[in-house]
């Protein structure tokens, strides 16, 4: 079983549609979360950091579930421009820095 | 502000030989990270280092090793190159290393292996 894992998609839907993703993960002694957005052929970007009481960027919500080990993300009025691959971190506490992605799923948002 | 930079962009090279890859992070962060991408994969770590100093290991051969200057930009040096080494090679700055510190990555080195 892979440490995080994400539903691949690629997820279609229309513009305006509110989309959401889950990732799980297998080590409950994950700390830190994040997601990122990567578009094609570049490098990822930090799109928002993950927090118990979840939160919230404009159109997008992050949220955390400890107890059943997943983090969410939630895209409202989805753009043409959301259209990208989004990839789930999650980081283990402890000295050591040892990030886990997940495989990132493929939003296309379409006219 | 420049932000992170790595060289070369591109690199063609033949099994067996060896590459080295070359980050500078954000002014004035003291960490680097390296990652290895695989068409259709997310970025699997290679080395954390900070302050010159390795803070953490991915699942990776010891065919790859990595340092750090004293100017924190770095180098990702890969022995023994095999077929499956083809990937993207991104190097990720961060301020201080901190698990929820936020991680700003470079372009990326597309290195073909053939």
């Known amino acids: 079983r892979k440490e995080v894992e994400q539903d691949p998609g690629p997820f279609n839907v229309p513009e305006g549609a509110t989309v959401a993703f889950n990732c799980t993960y297998s080590?409950?002694?994950?700390?830190?979360f994040f997601w990122y957005r990567q578009d094609c052929r570049k490098e990822p970007k930090l799109l928002m950091s993950v927090y118990s009481s979840g939160n919230e960027d404009g159109r997008f919500t992050a949220q955390l579930n400890r107890a059943s080990q997943y983090i969410s993300l939630l895209i409202r009025d989805s753009k043409l421009s959301d259209s990208a691959t989004y990839l789930c971190?999650?980081?283990?506490?402890?000295?050591?820095?040892?990030?886990?992605f997940g495989r990132g799923t493929s939003l296309i948002v379409h006219p | 502000d420049a932000g992170v930079t790595q060289s070369p962009t591109h690199l063609i090279k033949t099994r067996g030989q060896h590459v080295t890859l070359r980050c500078s992070p954000i002014?004035?962060?003291?960490?680097v990270s390296w990652y290895q991408q695989v068409l259709g994969q997310g970025p699997q770590f290679i080395f954390q280092y900070y302050e010159k100093e390795e803070r953490g290991r991915g699942n990776f051969p010891d065919r790859f090793s990595a340092r750090q200057f004293p100017n924190y930009s770095s180098e990702l040096n890969v022995n023994a190159l095999l077929l499956g080494d083809s990937a993207l090679y991104l190097c990720a700055s961060i301020i201080a290393g901190h698990t929820t510190d936020t991680q700003y990555f470079g372009p990326g080195t597309r290195l073909t292996v053939l």
């Open positions: 971190v999650a980081l283990l506490s402890g000295g050591s820095y040892i990030p886990t």
């Open positions: 080590n409950s002694a994950s700390q830190s």
């Open positions: 002014s004035g962060h003291k960490s």
